[in-house]
């Protein structure tokens, strides 16, 4: 089985568009929880404009499902810039003071939108590969963020790591166009087959959704995708039950 873990992200940038507390965050992680969702994901940024830090001390008090929690970790403290809002602690103070089940970490910075590249392991394999034991040593599963290189996956199994997550926007860019598929697929699939010879667990996610989903997730040795932007839009066409059902009947788990 392919482990469903829905990243609440956006959820949370809906409630941060008022100075309110709905949606309630741990509430809806209940709701998906109650659907059949295998974890919950967040991916906590310094400038806490969707999730942030108070938010995940709360889910980790009430999470009985795999918690993965997201984010570089090269960023330090930030002071909250919102009336009400925590402090930001930085990321690896974030991690090791709530100890989640997975870590994934992102090489991700202050101005891009969204995740966008996995690691540069060449540059940054000497700085990640400690942080990735200190983890570790906390009891906590870690993943690193990778594009399909296999070069670059190969380095990520000398630092230590459990897993790679794959960014799999390229994939999900020529399922949604005229460009043919298969070239890009076949990159995934080599990357999953490097993968499984350097021992690394195979998780995937960015722009998946319901079309291009059930396809990929043939790829061999697949644990784990997580699923938010998509997952949330069609919740609110198919109600949130109905698309965390959906999601999970994409992965073949039905």
Do not use: W
Not at 225 to 237: E, F, N, P, Q, W
């Amino acid at each position: 089985m392919i482990a469903l873990s829905v990243n609440l992200n956006k959820i949370a940038l809906i409630r941060n568009s008022r100075d309110t507390t709905n949606p309630d965050i741990p509430a809806h992680a209940q709701m998906c929880i109650d659907a059949g969702a295998d974890g919950i994901t967040v991916h906590p940024r310094p400038d806490q404009r969707h999730i942030r830090a108070d938010d995940c001390f709360d889910l980790a008090a009430m999470l009985k499902v795999e918690f993965n929690i997201e984010g570089n970790p090269m960023t330090g403290p930030r002071k909250s810039e919102r009336a009400g809002v925590g402090d930001y602690p930085g990321f690896m103070a974030l991690v090791k003071a709530i100890r989640p089940a997975q870590c994934t970490l992102v090489p991700d910075g202050d101005g891009q939108l969204t995740s966008d590249h996995g690691f540069d392991l060449k540059r940054d394999g000497e700085r990640v590969a400690p942080l990735v034991q200190e983890l570790q040593a906390l009891g906590i599963r870690t993943s690193l963020f990778m594009d399909p290189d296999p070069e670059q996956i190969r380095l990520a199994a000398q630092t230590g790591t459990d897993r790679i997550e794959l960014y799999t926007e390229s994939y999900a860019a020529a399922y949604s166009h005229p460009d043919p598929v298969e070239p890009v697929f076949r990159t995934f699939m080599e990357a999953a087959e490097v993968a499984a010879e350097e021992g690394l667990g195979l998780n995937a996610g960015h722009d998946l959704d319901l079309n291009n989903l059930p396809r990929f997730a043939g790829i061999p040795g697949l644990l784990e995708v997580s699923i938010g932007h998509a997952l949330t839009v069609d919740a609110i066409r198919l109600g949130l039950a109905n698309a965390v059902a959906a999601y999970q009947a994409a992965l073949g788990n039905s």
